[in-house]
Nanobody, 118 residues
Framework: QVQLVESGGGLVLPGGSLRLSCTAS????????MNWYRQAPGKQRELVAGITRDGRTNYADSVKDRFTISRDNAKSTVYLQMSGLRSEDTAVYYC????????????WGQGTQVTVSS
């Protein structure tokens, strides 16, 4: 019911910045907690950041103070502002929409590649 499309990934130098976007179609994001996950080759998927319907945020310890998640419900878009990027941030970043009403509902985007390299 919800389609998510990520954009904004690319190649950046260490210490650089990127802004990822995730735009939803098929439904508004207002009823969902929105999350960014990432997965590097050979590693498990990990939660990077999340933002609730009322704007509460949480971050993985590894990105706290460097990344900022935000949402614009009118545009059905969530963002991940990434600064101070390190090589270990290299991964495919996935947008996720989650809601629990009797059962968990999860929707996933296709991912956008972030590569941090010199």
């Amino acid at each position: 019911q919800v389609q998510l499309v990520e954009s904004g990934g690319g190649l950046v130098l260490p210490g650089g910045s990127l802004r990822l976007s995730c735009t939803a179609s098929g439904s508004t994001i207002t009823l969902f907690t929105m999350n960014w996950y990432r997965q590097a080759p050979g590693k498990q998927r990990e939660l990077v950041a999340g933002i609730t319907r009322d704007g509460r945020t949480n971050y993985a310890d590894s990105v706290k103070d460097r990344f900022t998640i935000s949402r614009d419900n009118a545009k059905s878009t969530v963002y991940l502002q990434m600064s101070g990027l390190r090589s270990e941030d290299t991964a495919v970043y996935y947008c996720n929409a989650h809601r629990f009403v009797i059962v968990h509902m999860n929707y996933w985007g296709q991912g956008t590649q972030v590569t941090v390299s010199s």
